[in-house]
């Protein structure tokens, strides 16, 4: 059974930082790219991150570039958004996805929440 779980989330103080993770199963997680999601109540989806196939690129949002830092272990089928010096508008639902680089599958996780507030 193919599955993405992200975990990771929760109530974090402007200017924390949390680490979230995404753990796939059922696929070869190596053979996608990954890329991060967010969404908050009232807004459209974001793109927030996407990491290559090898972890060798990378690239951001701007609402995020330079405090968010995405990396993978291929090994553990596992993807983590390190977020650091974060706002109340990074508030929102996080989303994994990953796309098959050579086809067309593609997987969601079920996401995880972040709340930036004092």
């Known amino acids: 059974q193919v599955q993405l779980v992200e975990s990771g989330g929760g109530l974090v103080q402007p200017g924390g930082s949390l680490r979230l993770s995404c753990v796939g199963s059922?696929?070869?997680?190596?053979?996608?790219?990954m890329i991060w999601y967010r969404q908050a109540p009232g807004k459209e989806r974001e793109l927030v991150a996407r990491?290559?196939?090898?972890?060798?690129?990378?690239s951001y949002a701007d609402s995020v570039k330079g405090r968010f830092t995405i990396s993978r272990d291929n090994a553990k089928n596992t993807v983590y958004p390190q977020m650091d010096s974060l706002k109340p508008e990074d508030t929102a639902e996080y989303y994994c996805?990953?796309?098959?680089?050579?086809?067309?599958?593609?997987?969601w996780g079920q996401g995880t929440q972040v709340t930036v507030s004092s």
């Open positions: 059922g696929f070869t997680l190596s053979s996608y790219t």
């Open positions: 990491i290559s196939m090898t972890g060798s690129s990378a």
């Open positions: 996805n990953a796309n098959e680089v050579f086809g067309r599958r593609s997987y």
